[in-house]
Antibody, heavy 120, light 114 residues
Framework: QVQLVESGGGVVQPGRSLRLSCVASGFTFKNYGMHWVRQAADKGLEWVAVIWYDGSKKYYADSVKGRFTISRDDSKNTLYLQVNTLRAEDTAMYYC?????????????WGQGTLVTVSS | DVVMTQSPLSLPVTLGQPASISCRSSQSLVSTDGNTYLNWFQQRPGQSPRRLIYEVSKRDSGVPDRFSGSGSGTDFTLKISRVEGEDVGAVYYCMQGTHWPPVTFGGGTKVEIK
């Protein structure tokens, strides 16, 4: 069965960095685009970034552009999100999401999330 | 960016009765390919979101048929024909994928017992 397992979150001071990981299993990872979506506590969902199935394209939300980098290692079935220069407003649960869409993002599986807390 | 506006913020419901949630977009979600990429998600407390509906009205596998989606252009609705206990306490989000990036979500509607 499809599984997405995130890790790498934690408590970090403002201005510091983290690398979030998402290990995929139960499907052919290299065939799918992947997204990161985040959710602050008791708040709504915010799209963060996407990487094409072949890594050829990457897009970011304006709120993270220049600070976050999405990448993938198909040999390890792993999606990454490098988060730099963290701010308090980046505090959130970060979800890895599989995209089965062709012309539009279609989210069918979500991971359980990894929590990032930015605090001094 | 397309702004998605949901209403109400909180929806008091009675078990066994119908309920509906509205979602409006700041511009038409009809794509150049003729499809409308409007999705609905359910998020129960402590869980990740789960997609219920895609392309306005197509129900995902395993989703009870009491859930239905409708609408066009900029106005969309998620309906629960008869609310069950497992539907209560969850937050429902609409999401557009027509004009992206970025993907944008509505602010969410929490379904609560009246």
């Amino acid at each position: 069965q499809v599984q997405l397992v995130e890790s790498g979150g934690g408590v970090v001071q403002p201005g510091r960095s983290l690398r979030l990981s998402c290990v995929a299993s139960g499907f052919t990872f290299k065939n799918y685009g992947m997204h990161w979506v985040r959710q602050a506590a008791d708040k709504g969902l915010e799209w963060v970034a996407v990487i094409w199935y072949d890594g050829s394209k990457k897009y970011y939300a304006d709120s993270v552009k220049g600070r976050f980098t999405i990448s993938r290692d198909d040999s390890k079935n792993t999606l990454y999100l490098q988060v730099n220069t963290l701010r308090a407003e980046d505090t959130a649960m970060y979800y890895c999401v599989r995209d089965v869409g062709v012309r539009s993002p279609e989210y069918d599986y979500w991971g359980q999330g990894t929590l990032v807390t930015v605090s001094s | 960016d397309v702004v998605m506006t949901q209403s109400p913020l909180s929806l008091p419901v009675t078990l066994g009765q119908p309920a509906s949630i509205s979602c409006r977009s700041s511009q038409s979600l009809v794509s150049t390919d003729g499809n409308t990429y409007l999705n609905w998600f359910q998020q129960r407390p402590g869980q990740s979101p789960r997609r219920l509906i895609y392309e306005v009205s197509k129900r995902d596998s395993g989703v009870p048929d009491r859930f239905s989606g409708s609408g066009s252009g900029t106005d969309f609705t998620l309906k629960i024909s008869r609310v069950e206990g497992e539907d209560v306490g969850a937050v429902y989000y609409c999401m557009q994928g027509t004009h992206w990036p970025p993907v944008t979500f509505g602010g969410g509607t929490k379904v609560e017992i009246k």
